[in-house]
């Protein structure tokens, strides 16, 4: 595949490839069963010129077979180191940090100006390897980056993941504790229903909170935002009012503010009362880039009745309740502490089609005439973008690794 350097537009840059190949292999990550596109978004793919190979089996974890893939204009290819040498565009769910053994000796099979669009994990606080895809001059895109604007919705990867996390993490709550969750009155007696707080209503949240109030539960939520309150009561559930003063609350993007270590420790005592009398407490409450705050102490866990059960999705980022280990469950005083990760790949068919969606929306919005078209003026693109052309062209991630700043495209 011949690529040709060049500017091509005004204020923006981009690669020029002939015939352009998007490739997608088999995920790597241990356990990971999703798949970065789907049959049913291949003809879009085909019908604006792009070929599409698919690394045999990537899909099979997932629902999707070598056959539909065929059928549906892929090429299946069974080699890997095939799938990124002929590929100018490689797609992944989890890629370099996001997948942080076998994601690196990846980068060893990829060549300059070939493009990576995956979770990237940019933000990772260890073994960040951002500055060795630049290295490779790699151009890559991290899709966790999409920003939160309407136009970008159908390419919200995260929203999307976030969205089956918080639908399982419920599960998983009803299935660990030794009560059910809807209200039955019965010959034999009234059951109560389960009551279920949620801490952190982002798109897990929200998600979390709606599956619950679907299985029966008495829901409260909080969220440092008061603007979700709302959201919160049109799902059914109470949103839970402390006397803290959280000033102004949202940054653009809908994402929290973080906040000084006294006014998590105040959160915690006021939240104590609310998590004592839960059955089920799920947290997700986290600012992006920083380490989720604790907002579940030792002590607060001591005051749930035992058979009660903690979902912290946010363990990965270090944890909301101060049991959490990322990938275990404990039981301490009688209380189950999960701490799940990579809950998305639980449910690989409908996870793999809405990651699809997104990451075929987002190609055929970068691709323009058979050219990668990258606009230094479109926040979906410079959010987005993290490395091009030897640097790191993100301002935030430059900032997260203290790199100095310098002009989108430039060089260090
Ligand atoms: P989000 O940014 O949409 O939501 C986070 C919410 O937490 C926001 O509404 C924010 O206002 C709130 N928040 C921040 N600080 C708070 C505080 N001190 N008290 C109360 N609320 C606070 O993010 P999301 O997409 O909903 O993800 C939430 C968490 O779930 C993240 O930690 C994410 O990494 C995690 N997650 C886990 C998995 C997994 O497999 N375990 C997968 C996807 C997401």
Redo the contacts with the bound molecule.
């Keep these: 595949m011949k690529i040709c350097p060049g500017a091509v537009a005004s204020g923006g840059w981009g690669w020029q490839f002939r015939d352009m190949v998007i490739g997608v292999p088999k995920e790597s990550y241990p356990g990971e069963r999703r798949v970065a596109l789907t049959p049913a978004v291949l003809p879009s793919l085909n019908q604006a010129g792009l070929r599409v190979l698919v690394e045999a089996g990537s899909g099979a974890d997932a629902g999707y077979l070598d056959e539909d893939f065929k059928q549906a204009g892929a090429e299946i290819i069974g080699s890997r180191r095939e799938i990124f040498s002929a590929a100018d565009i490689i797609v992944q769910v989890l890629a370099l940090n996001a997948n942080p053994v076998a994601g690196l000796s990846d980068l060893g099979l990829m060549r300059p100006h070939q493009a990576l669009i995956a979770f990237l994990r940019p933000l990772a606080t260890h073994d960040n390897h951002i500055s060795a895809l630049a290295e490779a001059r790699v151009t890559g895109f991290a899709v966790e980056l999409i920003p939160r604007i309407t136009r970008a919705q159908s390419m919200d990867a995260?929203?999307s993941?976030?969205t089956v996390?918080g639908y399982k993490a419920v599960l998983a709550a009803a299935e660990a504790l030794p009560k059910m969750f809807p209200m039955l009155m019965t010959a034999a007696g009234t059951i109560k229903p389960a009551r279920i707080f949620v801490?952190?209503?982002?798109?897990?949240?929200l998600q979390a909170i709606a599956t619950a109030r679907r299985l029966g539960a008495v829901v409260k939520a909080?969220?440092?935002?008061p603007a979700?309150r709302q959201e919160v009561e049109s799902l059914g559930a109470r949103f839970v009012e402390i006397p803290l003063e959280t000033g102004e609350e949202e940054k653009a993007g809908?994402?929290?503010k973080a906040?000084d270590e006294s006014f998590?420790r105040r959160?915690q005592e006021l939240l104590t009362g609310v998590i004592g009398e839960s059955d089920v407490v799920i947290t997700?409450?986290?600012?992006?880039g920083r380490k989720?705050?604790v907002?579940i102490t030792e002590a607060m866990v001591r005051e749930m009745a035992p058979g009660s059960v903690i979902v912290d999705?946010?363990?990965?980022?270090g944890g909301n309740c101060a049991f959490s280990s990322a990938g275990e469950n404990v039981v301490r005083d009688g209380v189950t502490i999960m701490s799940?990760?990579?809950?998305?790949s639980t449910v690989p068919f409908h996870a793999s089609q809405l990651y699809a969606k997104n990451l075929s929306t987002l190609l055929l919005y970068l691709i323009k005439d058979g050219q990668l078209k990258l606009d230094g003026e479109d926040p979906i693109i410079t959010d987005t973008l993290i490395t091009y052309d030897g640097a790191v062209v993100n301002a935030r991630i430059r900032e997260f690794l203290q790199l100095p700043l310098v002009e989108p495209g430039g060089k260090e």
């Design positions: 995260l929203s993941m976030s996390v801490i952190g209503a982002g798109i897990v949240g909080y969220d440092v935002r979700v809908g994402y929290a906040k998590y959160q997700a409450a986290v600012v992006p989720a705050p907002l999705l946010a363990a990965e980022q799940p990760i990579n809950i998305a």
